[in-house]
């Protein structure tokens, strides 16, 4: 049995928190975003850092393609 993508609250909160303070700490790559959560949260486990990680760069990675900056440059 597969679950879905659903984020908990905590993970959403958390996750937006994070991007509103430290927004250049953070990029398009989880593995980056990874090790940048680990350092400004502590005592998160493993499992919650690294579901805020890829919610964050989740997050990034849709704000990019939405950006009209994006779509003004393929033109």
């Known amino acids: 049995m597969q679950l879905g993508k659903v984020k908990t609250e ?3 909160r ?3 928190e994070l991007l509103t303070r430290f927004p ?5 790559d989880f593995n980056v975003n990874k090790h940048t959560v680990d350092e400004l ?3 998160s486990t493993t499992k919650v850092r690294n579901q805020v990680a890829g919610y964050i760069t989740h997050t990034i990675s849709l704000t990019k393609a939405d950006s009209p900056s994006e779509i003004e ?3």
């Not at 250049?24 to 398009?28: D, G, L, V, W």
């Open 73 to 75: 440059e393929e033109l």
């Open 24 to 28: 250049e700490k953070f990029s398009s």
């Open 10 to 12: 905590h993970i959403k």
């Open 14 to 16: 958390l996750a937006k």
């Open 41 to 43: 949260t502590q005592g």
